[in-house]
């Protein structure tokens, strides 16, 4: 067993002594000044808004963050080019839709790509798309902003570490704070002589507090924004943590790690696989039911959809975790993966495959009883994914070059980038109306399109419809959407869809209204 326990912090404990200090160029002084506008606007286009100033300010930011690498003569390779392309593609989805939960989403992992991008542009192309994927992210997230967050404030500093200039700070700061009791004592004095002088500073009383008004103290943040954007800069740029999460360092560990018996894990793994078997003997007729569109009898619909899809759900994830447990932590002779260790992921891949395509023929019977709902559809493509993720193991028992986290980061940014610029909203809302249009659904939850602008297009032939219920909830929806799409918008809220859909709506509401002026003259003649 390889005994070397080193951390997979660090690959060895350096001397303090051998620690050379921070050196800043004027580019260095230039771009920490810069990150503080760039973290003032975050502050007021990120974190204050949700539409297109989100993506113009990603556009700002990554050419701020470029500029900074050429500036530091880095090499832009293939790969770090890739990954800026799809961080302003993502960034699209604020100037195009409205919907607010998933523009949270992807805020996070565009802030997650972006840190990334920085640790990418100062490796020299160094960073493949491999196993330390999870690694090269938490050092770019945490390790290397955080191990120079103050390099914003040195930098800035650095024209001015004269000793003279700092004598002299020194006596200015020292000779203001002695003036500050006789400026308090003459300043009520004056104010209690002479009622001008009173008004005058009630006057920078009522400024100073203007100034200090909620909007203004949460511009503050772009303090922290900035040292944590600069820090992540400097540290990139100039390989302040090249021993920090190092491939040599995380292989080491990963061997040092794998302390659990091959019979252990073979003893733990029969009986899993055994429950499988007697479960899919067992409970088959009830599970499996769906592939044949029908559900077990005494039970509802969406109580079988419900009941089976989620379980099966956290059955597959558990055993996903297993997977990656025995991968880490058991012993592996010579660095490869014994031939039995492979015949059991291999049954539990396959059994898994089977519970996933189960779970989606649960959800398909779901969704043609009761329609869709982005509810349904997020989760089936989530199932997708894992479905993905089991056969790229399978893949990876047989082929041994194959790069199972290069083929799962794709594989996930295909789907996600499918799942939230397909517009799901408006998917839903057009399928259940033409469903209930075609007489599959007996009614329509309304619910749902309060939240999808676009949907007015599709519910307005509703509100003419021969059932007085639907009708009723038709034109309330039409009432309510409208008096929300009329709302102003800032220019940091703008967004297509919302634009579209207010568009759609007056064009046919003054159509409307033109139709009941010609009835009326109509009549009157």
């Given at each position: 067993?390889?005994?070397?326990?080193?951390?997979?912090?660090?690959?060895?404990?350096?001397?303090?002594?051998?620690?050379?200090?921070?050196?800043?160029?004027?580019?260095?002084?230039?771009?920490?000044?810069?990150?503080?506008?760039?973290?003032?606007?975050?502050?007021?286009?990120?974190?204050?808004?949700?539409?297109?100033?989100?993506?113009?300010?990603?556009?700002?930011?990554?050419?701020?963050?470029?500029?900074?690498?050429?500036?530091?003569?880095?090499?832009?390779?293939?790969?770090?080019?890739?990954?800026?392309?799809?961080?302003?593609?993502?960034?699209?989805?604020?100037?195009?839709?409205?919907?607010?939960?998933?523009?949270?989403?992807?805020?996070?992992?565009?802030?997650?790509?972006?840190?990334?991008?920085?640790?990418?542009?100062?490796?020299?192309?160094?960073?493949?798309?491999?196993?330390?994927?999870?690694?090269?992210?938490?050092?770019?997230?945490?390790?290397?902003?955080?191990?120079?967050?103050?390099?914003?404030?040195?930098?800035?500093?650095?024209?001015?570490?004269?000793?003279?200039?700092?004598?002299?700070?020194?006596?200015?700061?020292?000779?203001?704070?002695?003036?500050?009791?006789?400026?308090?004592?003459?300043?009520?004095?004056?104010?209690?002589?002479?009622?001008?002088?009173?008004?005058?500073?009630?006057?920078?009383?009522?400024?100073?507090?203007?100034?200090?008004?909620?909007?203004?103290?949460?511009?503050?943040?772009?303090?922290?924004v900035a040292l944590y954007l600069f820090g992540a800069l400097y540290s990139s740029s100039e390989n302040k943590c090249v021993g920090t999460l190092s491939r040599e360092a995380c292989e080491n560990t990963k061997t040092a790690v794998k302390i659990i018996p091959q019979t252990l894990l073979c003893s733990a793994f029969t009986p899993l696989l055994a429950l499988y078997v007697l479960f899919f003997i067992s409970q088959g007729s009830y599970f499996l039911s769906a592939f044949s569109n029908v559900k077990p009898d005494n039970i509802?619909?969406?109580?079988?959809?419900?009941?089976?899809?989620?379980?099966?759900?956290?059955?597959?994830?558990?055993?996903?975790?297993?997977?990656?447990?025995?991968?880490?932590?058991?012993?592996?002779?010579?660095?490869?993966?014994?031939?039995?260790?492979?015949?059991?992921?291999?049954?539990?891949?396959?059994?898994?495959?089977?519970?996933?395509?189960?779970?989606?023929?649960?959800?398909?019977?779901?969704?043609?009883?009761?329609?869709?709902?982005?509810?349904?559809?997020?989760?089936?493509?989530?199932?997708?994914?894992?479905?993905?993720?089991?056969?790229?193991?399978?893949?990876?028992?047989?082929?041994?070059?194959?790069?199972?986290?290069?083929?799962?980061?794709?594989?996930?940014?295909?789907?996600?980038?499918?799942?939230?610029?397909?517009?799901?909203?408006?998917?839903?809302?057009?399928?259940?109306?033409?469903?209930?249009?075609?007489?599959?659904?007996?009614?329509?939850?309304?619910?749902?399109?309060?939240?999808?602008?676009?949907?007015?297009?599709?519910?307005?032939?509703?509100?003419?419809?021969?059932?007085?219920?639907?009708?009723?909830?038709?034109?309330?929806?039409?009432?309510?959407?409208?008096?929300?799409?009329?709302?102003?918008?800032?220019?940091?809220?703008?967004?297509?869809?919302?634009?579209?859909?207010?568009?759609?709506?007056?064009?046919?509401?003054?159509?409307?209204?033109?139709?009941?002026?010609?009835?009326?003259?109509?009549?009157?003649?």
């Open positions: 067993m390889n005994t070397d326990t080193r951390s997979v912090w660090m690959e060895s404990e350096p001397k303090k002594a051998q620690i050379p200090p921070n050196v800043y160029e004027n580019s260095h002084v230039l771009f920490a000044a810069l990150s503080f506008i760039v973290g003032f606007l975050y502050v007021r286009f990120v974190f204050m808004g949700r539409g297109i100033s989100v993506t113009i300010f990603t556009a700002i930011f990554l050419i701020f963050v470029l500029s900074y690498f050429h500036a530091q003569k880095k090499i832009f390779t293939k790969y770090s080019m890739i990954v800026a392309s799809v961080i302003e593609l993502f960034s699209l989805y604020f100037i195009i839709f409205p919907y607010q939960t998933e523009k949270e989403i992807i805020l996070l992992l565009i802030q997650v790509a972006c840190a990334y991008l920085i640790f990418l542009l100062g490796s020299d192309g160094k960073i493949k798309l491999d196993e330390m994927l999870p690694f090269d992210l938490l050092k770019s997230i945490i390790v290397m902003p955080f191990s120079s967050f103050g390099s914003a404030v040195a930098a800035l500093f650095h024209p001015f570490q004269k000793k003279s200039f700092k004598n002299n700070l020194i006596l200015v700061v020292g000779g203001l704070f002695l003036s500050i009791p006789v400026f308090s004592i003459i300043t009520v004095l004056l104010t209690n002589a002479d009622s001008g002088f009173s008004t005058m500073l009630q006057t920078i009383t009522t400024f100073t507090e203007n100034i200090f008004n909620w909007n203004n103290i949460m511009n503050l943040l772009l303090i922290p509802s619909y969406a109580q079988y959809a419900r009941h089976g899809f989620f379980e099966l759900c956290a059955v597959a994830i558990i055993n996903f975790l297993i997977i990656l447990f025995s991968d880490i932590f058991v012993k592996q002779p010579e660095r490869k993966r014994p031939r039995f260790i492979t015949g059991y992921i291999i049954t539990l891949s396959i059994f898994t495959l089977v519970l996933i395509a189960t779970s989606m023929s649960k959800m398909y019977l779901y969704i043609r009883i009761y329609g869709l709902t982005v509810k349904r559809m997020y989760p089936s493509v989530f199932m997708l994914f894992l479905a993905t993720v089991f056969l790229f193991i399978l893949l990876n028992c047989f082929v041994k070059k194959f790069n199972f986290i290069k083929s799962t980061a794709v594989i996930f940014v295909v789907l996600f980038f499918l799942s939230t610029f397909g517009n799901f909203n408006e998917i839903c809302a057009k399928y259940n109306i033409a469903m209930y249009q075609n007489g599959d659904l007996q009614s329509i939850d309304f619910t749902p399109f309060y939240d999808t602008p676009g949907a007015v297009k599709y519910v307005l032939p509703l509100a003419y419809s021969k059932d007085a219920e639907i009708a009723k909830e038709a034109n309330s929806f039409l009432q309510t959407m409208g008096a929300q799409l009329n709302t102003p918008l800032t220019w940091k809220d703008f967004n297509f869809v919302s634009q579209n859909a207010k568009h759609f709506f007056q064009v046919n509401t003054m159509r409307q209204i033109e139709k009941k002026l010609l009835r009326n003259m109509q009549i009157s003649l």
